[in-house]
């Protein structure tokens, strides 16, 4: 069983940041890409910034020097540095991962975390 966790989600304040981690545990052989997406009320799911086990890391334009996704490779774990946030940030955001496990190393499958939510307002 595979569970990807995610903590660090909140209030705060416009111009403000915050800091999203994502551990991902259980019977894991490789992970793959990692990233975060965010979905905010009545919006659909997007993608926000993923990045490669080589550590090449892509951005959706909204967030592009604000945002700095980061791994950490020996931890299993995604990070997601938020700065200058905007009120516009303001959603759930969900880790994803695209890992093997023991069991069928050779299988690559998709995973989420359950999602943690931001809010930015004064």
């Known amino acids: 069983q595979v569970q990807l966790v995610e903590s660090g989600g909140g209030l705060v304040q416009p111009g403000g940041s915050l800091r999203l981690s994502c551990a991902a545990s259980g019977s894991i052989f490789s992970i793959y890409a990692m990233g975060w997406y965010r979905q905010a009320t009545g919006k659909q799911r997007e993608l926000v910034a993923d990045?490669?086990?080589?550590?090449?890391?892509n951005y959706v334009d909204s967030v592009k020097g604000r945002f700095t996704i980061t791994r950490d490779n020996a931890k299993n774990t995604v990070y997601l540095q938020m700065n200058s946030l905007k009120p516009e940030d303001t959603a759930v955001y969900y880790c994803?991962?695209?890992?093997?496990?023991?069991?069928?190393?050779?299988?690559?499958?998709?995973?989420w975390g359950q999602g943690t939510q931001v809010t930015v307002s004064s």
């Open positions: 994803n991962a695209d890992l093997a496990v023991i069991a069928t190393r050779g299988r690559v499958d998709n995973y």
């Open positions: 990045i490669t086990r080589g550590d090449t890391a």
